[in-house]
T-cell receptor, first 115, second 113 residues
Framework: KAGVTQTPRYLIKTRGQQVTLSCSPI?????VSWYQQTPGQGLQFLFE???????NKGNFPGRFSGRQFSNSRSEMNVSTLELGDSALYLC??????????????FGPGTRLTVL | KNQVEQSPQSLIILEGKNCTLQ??????????LRWYKQDTGRGPVSLTI?????NTKSNGRYTATLDADTKQSSLHITASQLSDSASYIC????????????FGKGNQVVVIP
């Protein structure tokens, strides 16, 4: 079974631009979560989508948004990029069984650099 | 204040030696605790998961312990290998039905020959 895939793997943008990142979950997984990872802050939760609906949201400004499609693929958009948005953006999917022990499977991440 | 604190922040160990990583948390009510391994340039990979009733879980040379009373966990790496060089992240799940997770900043381990 293929793992979580993210595209693109690397991206360079300039301040003020916007960017869209894509995530394809493991087949059968309906939950997709997005995280921002920086050396200083570690992993920070952005949002989670389940069945095309946003279930949870972290403490990020409205410039960060996402959506999920009927095939569970998800996209994340960041508008009006700032230098501080440079980070590794990770996507994770999980099978929602109702068990508290559902494991999240992470993709390789998209490395975003804002100049 | 971060709800999950990991120590040491980084350490260097000789190949073949053992090491122990610590994770202290304040998340409540507690649901489960996971340890992830993240290689440079890759996404985290789950090593172990422990619920309230479990106090030890092994995955090969990795052994995690959990003391839910003191809210502490450790990850012990036995007979370290060069491939163990990575960041180890402790993740604690809150039992609120929303899959709310609290992340530590990771223990950076470097194994040298």
């Amino acid at each position: 079974k293929a793992g979580v895939t993210q595209t693109p793997r690397y991206l360079i943008k300039t301040r003020g631009q916007q960017v869209t990142l894509s995530c394809s979950p493991i087949s059968g997984h309906r939950s997709v979560s997005w995280y921002q990872q920086t050396p200083g802050q570690g992993l920070q939760f952005l949002f989670e989508y389940f069945s095309e609906t946003q279930r949870n949201k972290g403490n990020f400004p409205g410039r960060f948004s996402g959506r999920q499609f009927s095939n569970s693929r998800s996209e994340m958009n960041v508008s009006t990029l700032e230098l501080g948005d440079s980070a590794l953006y990770l996507c994770a999917s999980r099978w929602v069984s109702g068990s508290v022990a559902d494991t999240q499977y992470f993709g390789p991440g998209t490395r975003l650099t804002v100049l | 204040k971060n709800q999950v604190e990991q120590s040491p922040q980084s350490l260097i160990i000789l190949e073949g030696k053992n090491c122990t990583l610590q994770c202290n948390y304040t998340v409540s009510p507690f649901s489960n605790l996971r340890w992830y391994k993240q290689d440079t340039g890759r996404g985290p990979v789950s090593l172990t998961i422990m619920t309230f009733s479990e106090n030890t879980k092994s995955n090969g040379r990795y052994t995690a312990t959990l003391d839910a009373d003191t809210k502490q966990s450790s990850l012990h790496i036995t007979a370290s290998q060069l491939s163990d060089s990575a960041s180890y992240i402790c993740v604690v799940s809150e039992e609120d039905g929303n899959n709310r997770l609290a992340f530590g900043k990771g223990n950076q381990v470097v194994v040298i020959p």
